[in-house]
């Protein structure tokens, strides 16, 4: 089975230009996440998606991130315009949730590293 | 301020050598997770602990969760070079969702040969 896909793997670029990042969850998941993850740091959660909704976008920057997830299935998460302190490692991640579960286990993807000169 | 707390933020040992990763928290979580990352990679969820003062065992690896569910420990037992890489524990607040997970900010772990 393959797992949660992201891309690019690496990006570099200048500042105050936009930028794009791509996850493909696992087959059959009905919710996705996407965290940026600082060197030396947890991950930190922007934005997480039940299906197309997105139910928890309390810490996305909304004047320069954006996200959707069309379907419900694939996910794009934006920059526009970056900053210089929006070098970090995306991840994307994804679960199928059971309202019946006792817990939930996220599958991380390999994700992005951004570095913004 | 970060949620969970885990210390040592770095721990660098030689092969063969016990030890020991915390992770604490004042708030209270209906279920706690381990998960370890190695450079260039995504976390990979080790184990998951519900209960209060539940033990899980992953080969030399044992994690406990305290029994008021505010923190928990990672044992290595043994350890080896293959054990390298940054230990992170998440947590699900209890009355929140279970897919919001609070991470700390992790235990980078050097097992020298």
């Known amino acids: 089975e393959a797992g949660v896909v992201q891309s690019p793997r690496y990006k570099i670029i200048e500042k105050k230009q936009p930028v794009a990042f791509w996850c493909n969850p696992i087959?059959?998941?009905?919710?996705l996440y996407w965290y940026l993850q600082n060197l030396g740091q947890g991950p930190e959660l922007l934005i997480r998606?039940?299906?197309?909704?997105?139910?928890?976008d309390s810490q996305l920057p909304k004047d320069r991130f954006s996200a959707e997830r069309l379907k419900g299935v694939d996910s794009t998460l934006k920059i526009q315009p970056a900053e210089l302190g929006d070098s970090a490692v995306y991840l994307c991640?994804?679960?199928?949730?059971?309202?019946?579960?006792?817990?939930?286990?996220?599958?991380f993807g390999p994700g992005t590293r951004l570095t913004v000169l | 301020t970060q949620l969970l707390e885990q210390s040592p933020q770095f721990l660098s040992i030689q092969e063969g050598e016990n030890l020991t990763v915390y992770c604490n928290s004042s708030?209270?979580?209906?279920?706690l997770q381990w998960y370890r990352q190695e450079p260039g990679e995504g976390p990979v969820l080790l184990v998951t602990?519900?209960?209060?003062?539940e033990v899980k065992k992953l080969k030399r690896l044992t994690f406990q969760f305290g029994d008021a569910r505010k923190d928990s420990s990672l044992h290595i037992t043994a350890a080896q070079p293959g054990d390298t890489g940054l230990y992170l524990c998440?947590?699900?607040?209890?009355?929140?969702?279970?897919?919001?997970?609070?991470f700390g900010r992790g235990t980078q772990l050097t097992v020298w040969p």
């Open positions: 708030s209270v979580f209906s279920s």
């Open positions: 991640a994804s679960s199928l949730e059971d309202s019946g579960a006792s817990y939930n286990e996220q599958f």
């Open positions: 602990v519900v209960t209060g003062g």
């Open positions: 998440a947590g699900a607040r209890r009355g929140s969702t279970l897919g919001r997970l609070y």
């Open positions: 087959s059959g998941h009905n919710t």
């Open positions: 998606y039940e299906n197309e909704e997105a139910v928890d």
